[in-house]
């Protein structure tokens, strides 16, 4: 077995030449003297077809009876053949069995979730779960060139921080050497510290939300970018999420519309993701939940329901802006207009998907951050640094966070989010 | 001030324009009836020369004694002039006061490191500290591209793990819900699930490691990429990371030329990077020890100062294979023509920086992993899934850790790298 390996993915440059897939069993069909064995490698199926004669007796048989997911090495000359899944075939004349599998508890049939999800590190071998990951990849990639193109510089924050930033209910504790520490549920505080120091930035790393929602929208470990940028405004950053979420759909189409098609996903809505986005602030927010007589109390912050019944009404991200300033965090800047409204946006993802951004004008008057710390009884001397920021060149300036697996989700049209992170967290659920 | 708000590192496509920059005061030179105000943006520095009668006396007289870091808007007509600083100058005609700055903690002269770290949040505005955020971005910016363009998948591993991957004595516990978990030191078991999955994975993202040490060399936090391939062996990580490491160094030297010149790094030592790298077993690597009469000891790991005096020595990073196995992970394949011999490699930078590299081959085989669980003293029950990988489809493969942190200061010169991460965590650092 000389042939050069290459990936399924790359058969396309190999026609007529003979190579070798390195990969699993995904089905075998026997036709007495002819096989064909389905082998993937991770970056696509091959049929391969293997006739009696091609290789030894004893090969041959042992093919027959392989379970789904035994690796084996296949060497063949590669055919276009329309007729096959994919567009090439192989006709093989080598097959070395690297190890027979046991029999695989994944079938090709329909699984319960909880049954795949305690098996998540066989699942990921699946085509369906195979397509998201690489949509998920594809919008991280996405992420990282709309802000590297623009000028902004990665700046991560740390995961292990010593306050709170979101309020502490929802914290999770880390044993800190003889001291106590959070992982952090935002980066936002300290790319504050960045935009004074750089201008633009962003931080993306794994975000922690010690949550007891058990819902479809909900991870314990999540993935969140935060681009922050000084001198900015709310509308600043509003139009920025406008230009960033329609630029990392439209980068999803033009490079994964194959997996989009496994999924099945109608990417005609998603071809509509292109500026203006709609715009509608909390009042007129509240006003249209009433004028559809849902039970929303003014106020109080949206609920899940609430952005359900509002996304559902858009077919692009619907973005909302200015809600009370006491349902939202204590750095958002109120609005001069209206001091119990903050300079503040969600974004809904339409189709009933929900929030996917959320983002401020940050409070840049030392006085008021420190009224706002008491009001929100933050332990101050966490925050000192914090108030630095105000004391060394205070500067108007805004950002947003971006969740990626709800992102994610709603691109793939995948119902929860579990399924859009390679090892979902949630309140029960750590293993594997 | 209606002109066009330009960054400085755009000052060059401006000549002969009024435009406006949005920044801070980092130096002021007054001479009477002109002063020199030096405005940073996070992307430069620009000197802006400000004539007594260009604005109004009393915005004249409040520049002129302006704090360091204050925030400031000028407008003014761009002039090339090879004499200034960055090669433009601004001659303004308009200056807005945003914040006047109480007097900076961090003056232009040095500061003990203790100081600096406790005002890491201001600290980062330095010229310095910028350079090395630069170049950190540039290299995991590099990582992405490089295995982002070879085929590899990008595939998060998480950081709430059940059980621990390279020994228990260094893990950060988490409250979770009623239950406990582990910040993960390593996301290679998942990866290895991901190879199984998609042919070659990698993951990147933060590491956590509870080390009690408080040397140059160690961060409790720290960012680890981790490509793991599906066939593949050691020769091939080998290789790979030969090339991986070459394309990072190059692409700073291509891209942060500049950043590397305020570092005042000698960038010829750098331009040497070059395949291929030599190559070392662990067993010539201990007779070289004491050929130079360094006390190290047959079958132990290799300690700092033996590594310090390896890297010393070689003008490329240095690649040691094949450690013994009882001082490596329980998951490394022992070499077949010596069971004492693990497929390891770590790669030590030069001048004295140290491993910036640790890899192998796996074991593949079900029984002898299941063996090799028990000598470590291991929870089975914990390692389930990843027994999985052997008993559906194993086959050979192989991955590496490079630290992104390491790797930048090595690039950078830096001593101590808690100066390559935007906000350190070490033993007795968790603030700001």
Known sequence: MDAKHVYVEDLKNHVGETVTIKGWLYNNRSKGKIQFLQVRDGTGIVQSVLGKGAVDDATFAACDH??????????????????????????????????????????LQEHGVAFLMENRHLWLRSRKQHAILRVRAEVMRAIRDFFDSRGFVALDSP?????????????????????????????????EAGAMAFGKVYCF????????????????????????????????????????????????????????KVLERNTALLEKIRPPFPRMSYDEAAKWLHDKGLPFEDGNDLGSPDETAL????????????????VKAFYMKPDPQRADRALCV????????????????????????????????????????????????AVPHAGFGLGVERTTGWICGTEHVRECIPFPRMMYKIYP
Chains 1, 2 share one sequence.
């Open 346 to 393: 969600d974004v809904l993802a339409p189709e009933g998907v929900g929030e996917i951004i959320g983002g401020s004008q940050r409070e840049e008057d030392l006085a008021a951050l420190e009224r706002r710390l008491e009001e929100h009884k933050l332990p101050r001397a966490a925050f000192e640094w914090y108030l630095d920021l105000r004391r060394y060149g």
């Open 311 to 326: 996304s559902q009404a858009h077919d692009k991200p619907l973005m909302i802006h200015r809600y009370p300033t006491k």
């Open 205 to 260: 790393g794994p975000t922690f939300r010690a949550e007891k929602s058990k819902t479809r929208r909900h991870l314990t470990e999540f993935w969140m970018v935060e681009p922050e940028i000084a001198y900015a405004t709310l509308d600043d950053v509003m139009n920025l999420a406008e230009e960033f979420i329609t630029f990392i759909v439209q980068r999803c189409l033009e490079r994964r519309r194959e997996d989009l």
């Open 159 to 191: 995961i292990l921080t010593p306050a709170a930033c979101e309020g502490t209910t929802t914290l999770f504790n880390v044993d800190y050497f003889e001291d106590k520490a959070f992982l952090s549920q935002s980066g936002q505080l300290y790319v």
């Open 66 to 107: 392989l379970p789904q997911e035994s690796s084996l090495m296949v060497t063949g000359a590669v055919r276009q053949d329309a007729r096959a899944p994919g567009g090439y075939e192989l006709s093989l004349t080598a097959v070395t069995i690297v190890a027979q599998a046991q029999p695989y508890p994944i079938a």
